[in-house]
């Protein structure tokens, strides 16, 4: 672990990484704030959902558009972006008790979300730079900066159950702008005097896109998003065919723990091999530790088949994001790592509406292997497109 406390050592880093918890912290309770308050001003769960569901459309459609605003106008533009978001999820609490109509608190999400600002991306980008006097550690930062991602998905809900439980859901929602307003203020000023990258040459209508190797980091993207979301649906599906439906969150809970743990233990162990391969192994063997999850036949062996389902998922997207930073266009390094996180949200959206429908009606089991195997088409384009990642493969450490 004496990466880790070298990477925390390094100036600026550890106050980064506290202001963008905070700064962050909304994506663990959003979704879950939004549903329950929703329901309690409505009375519908079927309204919660669209309006939960526009506020995930617009993240996901937001963030390459908030992305190459940063690489064009810089840093500054976080904190108006922030302050937006946070005046979006205010705005739902007001207009939710003054009795608006579902179609306007969906409208609102949707707004809300498109200006979440990217500070995942900005933070991704700017490893190589704050970590320029040791290079090796930067597989360590990613590594940390996916675990970061699972303890935010851990504590984000459960510290909104709590907060709802103790004050209501408008809290919860009030909390969240809170944090996403000052851990971005905080991270604007730790960043300091960084100096932002200009676009190099004229615009381009594609942007990170114009990178095969971003398309193909994309193409893998969507079906791991897609077996992710199967499994936030089969999960809870499985607990209630057991008859324990409130074991769901303690499953899924292990699942992500799992995860983290894989990620610390990637990021740990210096790297024996090109970054290109290791993200291609990741891609193979993360369908291969989901597939086993169709034969649990109880949910203490559910948890322990979690365990190796979650075990890739970390040092998949930490490898992931690192090769991101090797191919991006130059000047458009904050939007090429909005791209997979689109294309990650995407995936996940279509993976919990297909699961939701096999385990009504082929049962969660058939939601599981079709989980794994979109996925394993993901990491069959990662591999067949693997010369697009070549640049990285030849630059890994």
């Not at 999820?89 to 979440?116: K, R, Y």
């Not at 607990?239 to 740990?268: K, M, T």
């Not at 949910?299 to 690192?322: C, D, Q, S, V, Y």
């Amino acid at each position: 672990m004496s990466a880790y406390a070298a990477i925390l050592r390094t100036p600026r880093v550890a106050l980064l990484l506290a202001a963008t918890v905070f700064a962050r912290l909304p994506i663990g309770i959003n979704h879950l704030a939004i549903v329950l308050f929703v329901r309690e001003v409505t009375g519908s769960y079927a309204t919660a959902g669209v309006v939960v569901g526009a506020f995930a459309l617009g993240s996901a459609a937001g963030a390459p558009l908030q992305g190459r605003l940063v690489d064009r106008l810089g840093r500054r533009v976080l904190v108006p972006l922030a302050a937006g978001h946070a005046a979006g999820l205010l705005c739902l609490w007001l207009l939710g008790h003054a009795g608006a109509p579902g179609a306007a608190l969906a409208a609102l999400a949707l707004a809300a979300g498109v200006v979440l600002p990217p500070t995942s991306s900005v933070l991704r980008a700017l490893w190589p730079w704050l970590l320029r006097e040791r290079p090796d550690l930067v597989p360590s930062a990613y590594a940390v900066d996916s675990v970061l991602i699972e303890l935010i998905f851990i504590a984000g809900p459960l510290g909104t159950a709590a907060v709802v439980a103790l004050s209501g859901p408008e809290i919860a929602l009030a909390a969240s702008a809170a944090s996403v307003a000052g851990g971005t203020v905080a991270f604007v000023l730790a960043l300091g005097d960084h100096p932002d990258e200009p676009a190099a040459g004229k615009p381009s209508l594609l942007g990170a896109l114009a990178s095969p190797g971003i398309r193909t980091l994309v193409l893998g993207s969507v079906p791991l998003g897609f077996c992710l979301g199967v499994t936030e649906v089969a999960v809870p599906a499985f607990s209630d065919e057991h008859g324990a439906p409130e074991l769901a969150g303690v499953l899924l809970a292990v699942w992500s723990a799992a995860s983290a743990a894989g990620g610390l233990l990637y990021g740990a162990r210096p790297r024996r091999a090109p970054l290109a391969a290791l993200h291609q192994r990741f891609a193979v063997l993360l369908p291969l530790g989901f597939l086993p999850l169709a034969v649990a036949g109880s949910p203490p062996a559910m948890a322990l088949l979690l365990i190796p389902a979650g075990a890739f998922i970390a040092p998949l997207l930490a490898t992931r994001n690192e090769l991101v930073g090797f191919v991006a266009p130059p000047g458009y390094a904050t939007e090429a790592f909005t791209w997979p996180l689109t294309a990650l949200v995407s995936g996940a959206a279509a993976g919990a509406a297909v699961s939701g429908a096999l385990a009504e009606g082929a049962g969660w089991q058939v939601a599981v292997v079709c989980g794994a195997a979109v996925a394993a088409l993901g990491a069959l384009a990662v591999v067949q497109r693997r010369r697009t990642l070549a640049p990285a493969a030849a630059s890994s450490l």
